[in-house]
């Protein structure tokens, strides 16, 4: 929607690597087409000059405040900025929250006020298959002081906004874990956590055997001059 941010990252193999794309969208993608144009200084890895640039390619979707038919006075405030960065899972633990980290920078420097994380931000999307629950507890950490905590609050240090992440959040009686979301602000303090409620029992989504059923509700917290929740992936048909 012109006016308001959105940034969506995401990967495809290119050639000889993979190469990551920013992109700040709306939900649709025919809008997004409509009002999208790159943005110089990105891009890939040179291979005739051998020189690295950045992984990442910006598109932004920006323009005017749309005109609302609901609305009775002009708006006071100005837009409200959102990053959406999501990539590929990297084996390698630094280098993928270095590319983690390259894509906040780049949204929270175009202006995002709160930078989305993709679900299991640091693990692999284990739920793919139905017996992987041995390697799923090896991610289980906990909220606060487990790495994606640490990383989701460096981050929000170090840009000044919000981070939001997800992880696989350890029970603490052992059991099943939790597909948790969570906030950190600016200040590096936690915002928000909510469990995902709404688990998958699908082929391609064997959520049942890893997650427990969350019992948080969605709390809706502060961002700045916004309110927002964090319902996960499929929370947001219920």
Known sequence: IPGIKYLDQGSRNKGEGTRNFVVFKPDLVDI???YA???????????????????????????STPESLARVNDP?????????????????????????AEGIRLAAGA?????????LTLSPYFAITEDAIGEAEGWAEEIGDGATSEFARRMAIETGAFIHAS???KADDGGLGFNTAVCFGPGGSLVASTRKLHIPVTAGY???RYFAPGDTGY????????RIGLPTCWDQWF
């Open 76 to 100: 006071e405030r100005e837009p409200f900025r959102i990053g959406a960065v999501q990539q590929a899972w990297h084996e390698d633990p630094v280098t993928h929250q270095d590319l983690l």
């Open 37 to 63: 144009v790159p943005v110089a200084g990105a891009g890939n890895f040179d291979r005739q000059g051998g020189t690295r640039m950045s992984p990442f390619e910006l598109i932004e979707a920006t323009g």
């Open 111 to 119: 202006g995002a006020r709160i930078v989305c994380l993709q679900e």
């Open 32 to 34: 997004l087409k409509r």
């Open 167 to 169: 992880l696989y959040e």
């Open 219 to 226: 709390p809706v917290v502060d961002v700045g001059p916004a």
């Open 206 to 208: 064997y959520e049942d």
